[in-house]
Structure formats: structure tokens, C-alpha cells
Nanobody, 123 residues
Framework: DVQLVESGGGSALAGGSLKLSCAVS????????MGWFRQSPGNQREGIAA????????HYAESVKGRFTISHSSDKKNLYLEMNDVKPDDTAMYYC?????????????????WGQGTQVTVS
């Protein structure tokens, strides 16, 4: 079974940094689009960063562009989200996800595998 396990959440002061990790397992590490999503109370879950593990394709939501960076390990077993200059509006539960099928990151839909989430709180 495909498994995604996030870690690295916690509390930070505005202007500070956090790095989230997502350990992936349970499938052949072909080229998939993987992403980070977040959801805060009363809001819909939103896609904030996505990366194609085959290389050369990254996407960011406008709200995090220039502050957050998505990356993955060379063996594709770990996905990361480096968060810099965090703001109180970044407070949310953060989820990593993988698309159902292989291919480039064309949009924020089609993600069928999800982790359990990790909480980020910025004050």
C-alpha cells in the first residue's frame, strides 16, 4: 500500500522557518507529481506546492511563491517543504499527497494518496 507520513510541523514565530518532510513508501518510485496541501479551520484544502519527481516541473500557489520551496530526495522516498518567512496566515494542517497516476503536475486535482497531516502554527 502507498503510505505517506509527514513530519516536521510545529510552532514558529512570524518571519521564521520550518521544514516539513514526507516519507513515502509502498510503490515503485516512478515519476509522479507530488504535492503539499494545507487546510485551516473553516477553509477548503488548497494546493500550495507541487513537483514532478522526473524533474523540471514545479508549481507554487501565489500565497507561498518566493517563500516556500518543494523538493525531493534523489531516491524519491522523501518529499520536503522548506518554509521561510512564515506568516500567521500560514497556520494550517499540512498534507503531502501523490497523484493517482504518473505524469507532470498539470493542476491541483488528481491527488489520491494522502498523509495524515502535520500541524503548523505561526504566531
Amino acid at each position: 500500500d502507498v503510505q505517506l507520513v509527514e513530519s516536521g510541523g510545529g510552532s514558529a514565530l512570524a518571519g521564521g522557518s520550518l521544514k516539513l518532510s514526507c516519507a513515502v513508501s509502498g510503490y515503485l518510485y516512478a515519476q509522479y507529481c507530488m504535492g503539499w496541501f494545507r487546510q485551516s479551520p473553516g477553509n477548503q484544502r488548497e494546493g500550495i506546492a507541487a513537483i514532478y519527481t522526473g524533474g523540471g516541473d514545479e508549481h507554487y500557489a501565489e500565497s507561498v511563491k518566493g517563500r516556500f520551496t518543494i523538493s525531493h530526495s534523489s531516491d524519491k522516498k522523501n518529499l520536503y517543504l522548506e518554509m521561510n518567512d512564515v506568516k500567521p496566515d500560514d497556520t494550517a494542517m499540512y498534507y503531502c499527497a501523490r497523484r493517482w497516476t504518473t505524469g507532470l503536475c498539470t493542476n491541483w486535482v488528481g491527488f489520491g494518496y494522502w498523509g495524515q497531516g502535520t500541524q503548523v502554527t505561526v504566531s
